[in-house]
Structure formats: C-alpha cells, structure tokens
C-alpha cells in the first residue's frame, strides 16, 4: 500500500502486553508512523569564508554533520522558508584564518554568533580536506552550546509558547469502522492519552491538536480483513501536523459487531506516534517566537 514519498516512515515497536490480534500480529504492512520531520538548522555553502568553489560546500557538508553529533538536526543546503540556518564567514589574521558563525532565524534575524577556532590560512584556502574536517570537529561544540542557548531562551521569553504550558487536544470523530469501531476507538483513544503530557477538551475551539480518524477494511477472502487506519493531528490552523498509520490483517470477527480489546490495543499502539506528532510540532512552534501582539 503506497503513502506519500514525502511522509517520514518509521516502524513502531510496541513494549508491554496488547490483547491479540492487533498488537503481535502486524499483518503484511505493520505499523507505520508519518509526521514531517522535526525543524532543521540549514548549513548553506558560505559565500564569504574565504574558500574556494570546491571547499565551500565540503566545509558546509562537514560542519553539518559535526554538529548532527551533537544532537542538532543540520542538513547541508541552502536556506529554507521557516527553519534556521548557519551564516559561516572568515577573516584573515596573519596566517591564520577565524571562521564565524551566526545563527539566523526563520524571521531572518541573528539569535547568536560564534567566533571558532583559527586554522591555518594556507591550508584553509586550499581546501585541504583534512583541515577543514578538524576545523568543522573543533566548532561544532560551541556552535550546539549556543542552539541550546537560543533556545531556551526563546522558550522562557514567550509566555504563549506550548513548551511552557500542557498542550490541549481534542478527540474528534471516527468514520468507516465496520462493528462499533466509530463509537469505541474514540472512546479508547481518550483512555490511551490520558496523562500528564496532554490535557483533552471537550470543545475543538480549545484545543491546539485536533485529531481524527478513517478507517479502512479491505476483504481478504476467508473471513479476514486488511483494516487500514489513519489518524490526522491537525493544529488550531487546521493544518495537518502529521499522521499516523496503522495496517492489520484482522479477522472479520475480531471487528464486528464489536472490537473490543482490539480497539485498545489499536489506540495504545497509535497513542505514542500521536504524541510523537504533537511533540515534534510542539519543537517547529517553539523554535521561533511567537508574533507581536500574539
């Protein structure tokens, strides 16, 4: 069964004990989870360091995973419409070269800068790969201390942040269950997510998550069923914040008229990838403050 190239596919494995048949038993296409990956800082090729066509973006290359060691999502590339990139300049001093750093936000303004260390300025301009690895492996400890910086900081100063407060969801409506699936998985989702993690509402104008559900089931032939389920987070904007999917051969029985212990095991399974979702939208909102007035 195909689902967009652009979702992110992760398998989700399960811990505990699930009544059968749902958890143990994934079926031909098991569970699968899709939410847009989390916020990225961007390493564009520097235009102003003082290397050379071919450097230039095998410096970027190698910062960027230097800095991926430590925890901070870097991808080398150009700048991207709302995630952060690195700015990386130089200046010559004697025979030394000083790499900088300046982080840039989403609204293109500068959160922090960083001076790195020097390296030597023959081997800089030449682009001598070994160089610029050790330079890039020298920079990166300081450069994640500053994000973390940045962070934090934007985090505390927006009283409006989700990071500060609990998030709120609401549980929305079911649609396409065969036997009681549209009345009993809503109902077992709520006893999935209770927590300290989230706060449920009753009315969809509260909520910062909304999330809904489509069920498919496909006959098999001999009584059993691939039962396809998709549940959609949905933010205040009504924007899709990701999915989650869950594929299972079940039997029509396990289904119809009622599902039981199936449905549980079905919306445990589905709870952690939906509080996967909402946590990696919680990080894109706190990564960049909040508008003037808001």
């Keep these: 069964m195909k689902r967009a190239s652009f979702l992110l596919a992760v398998l989700l494995t399960g811990c505990g004990t699930l009544p059968q048949p749902f958890y143990g038993n994934p079926g031909p296409a098991a569970a ?3 939410v847009p990956p989390a916020p990225v800082l961007m390493v564009p ?3 102003t360091a003082l290397l050379g066509n071919d450097a230039a973006p095998i410096y970027a290359r190698d910062l960027a995973g230097q ?3 430590y925890d901070v999502p870097s991808v080398a590339g150009p700048v991207q419409k709302d995630n952060w990139h690195l700015q990386i300049t130089a200046t010559l001093s004697g025979n030394k070269v000083i790499p900088s750093y300046d982080v840039i936000g989403p609204d293109g303004k500068s959160y922090g800068k960083e001076t790195g260390k020097p390296v030597g300025a023959k081997e800089w301009a030449d682009g ?3 160089a610029l690895a050790q330079t890039a492996s020298a920079d ?3 450069l994640s201390k500053l994000m973390t910086r940045i962070n934090a900081n934007i985090q505390h100063s927006n009283p409006h942040s989700l990071e500060n407060r609990t998030p ?4 929305g409506t079911i649609t396409g269950a065969p036997g009681d699936g549209d009345t009993s998985l809503p109902t077992d989702l709520s006893r999935a997510l209770q927590g300290p993690n989230l706060e ?3 009315d969809k104008q509260q909520a910062d998550f909304t999330v809904t559900g489509k069920v498919k089931a496909t006959p098999q032939g001999q009584g059993k069923l691939l039962v396809e389920l998709d549940w959609t987070v949905r933010d205040t904007n009504n924007r899709v914040a990701g999915k989650v999917t869950q594929i299972h051969e079940l039997s029509q029985s396990d289904v119809s008229p009622y599902w039981g ?3 549980a095991a079905a919306t445990k399974e589905a709870a952690g990838g939906i509080l996967s979702v909402i946590q990696n939208e919680i990080l894109k909102k706190t990564s960049k403050p909040e508008p003037a007035g808001k």
């Design 140 to 142: 990166a400890p300081s």
């Design 32 to 34: 699968k989870l899709a």
């Design 261 to 263: 212990d199936v449905a």
């Design 128 to 130: 001598d790969k070994t």
């Design 45 to 47: 090729t520097p235009s």
């Design 168 to 171: 709120r969801i609401f549980i």
């Design 67 to 69: 800095l991926a060691a």
């Design 200 to 202: 449920q509402v009753k």
